[in-house]
Antibody, heavy 121, light 108 residues
Framework: QVQLVESGGGVVQPGRSLRLSCAASGFPFSGYAMHWVRQVPGKGPEWVGFIWFDGSNQDYADSVKGRFTISRDNSKNTLYLQMNSLRDEDTAVYHC??????????????WGLGTLVTVSS | EIVLTQSPGTLSLSPGDRATLFCRASQSVTTYVAWYQQKPGQAPRLLIEGASTRAIGIPGRFSGSGSGTDFTLTINRLEPEDFAVYYCQQYANTSPYTFGQGTKLEIK
């Protein structure tokens, strides 16, 4: 069965960096776009960004553009989120999600449980 | 950015009731809307895509409708496991993808 397991979260000071990982299994990872979505407890999800199946293209939310970078290693079935220059407002649970193309854009058919990132001094 | 507004914020119903949840988009998204269910401590679960198509394995008591800017998720004959938070998402404009703020369906 499809499994997505995030790791790498923790407490980090403002301005510092953190790298999250998402280990995928149960499906042909290299055939799917992958997304990062974050969620502040009690609020709606916020899309962070995505990467094409082959890693050749990415796009990001304006709130993280220039600070966050998504990459993937298809040989390791792993997705990454490099987060630099972290801010208080980046505090959230970070989920990875599998993207499935639906005509004009992706729906997110499987999500991981997420990893908590807390930015605090 | 397309803003999605969900209503009501909280819906209090009893098992066996029908739940009607709404999602309004700030501009037309045609039928490119998905609905997700999230329970505490769990990942979101895809329920509906294309405004009205149930995802694989989703029970028939869940149905979606709407087009343009107004969408509805209906849950007939509520089961105890249906009490959760529900989110709509649009994918008509993918930069960025956006979600609603959620409707909490709680037991009355």
């Amino acid at each position: 069965q499809v499994q997505l397991v995030e790791s790498g979260g923790g407490v980090v000071q403002p301005g510092r960096s953190l790298r999250l990982s998402c280990a995928a299994s149960g499906f042909p990872f290299s055939g799917y776009a992958m997304h990062w979505v974050r969620q502040v407890p009690g609020k709606g999800p916020e899309w962070v960004g995505f990467i094409w199946f082959d890693g050749s293209n990415q796009d990001y939310a304006d709130s993280v553009k220039g600070r966050f970078t998504i990459s993937r290693d298809n040989s390791k079935n792993t997705l990454y989120l490099q987060m630099n220059s972290l801010r208080d407002e980046d505090t959230a649970v970070y989920h990875c999600a599998r993207g499935v193309e639906n005509v004009v854009g992706d729906i997110f058919d499987y999500w991981g449980l997420g990893t908590l990132v807390t930015v605090s001094s | 950015e397309i803003v999605l507004t969900q209503s009501p914020g909280t819906l209090s119903l009893s098992p066996g009731d029908r739940a009607t949840l709404f999602c309004r988009a700030s501009q037309s998204v045609t039928t490119y809307v998905a609905w997700y269910q999230q329970k505490p401590g769990q990942a979101p679960r895809l329920l509906i895509e294309g405004a009205s198509t149930r995802a694989i394995g989703i029970p028939g008591r869940f149905s979606g409708s709407g087009s343009g800017t107004d969408f509805t998720l209906t849950i007939n004959r509520l089961e105890p496991e249906d009490f959760a938070v529900y989110y709509c998402q649009q994918y008509a404009n993918t930069s960025p993808y956006t979600f609603g703020q959620g409707t909490k369906l709680e037991i009355k």
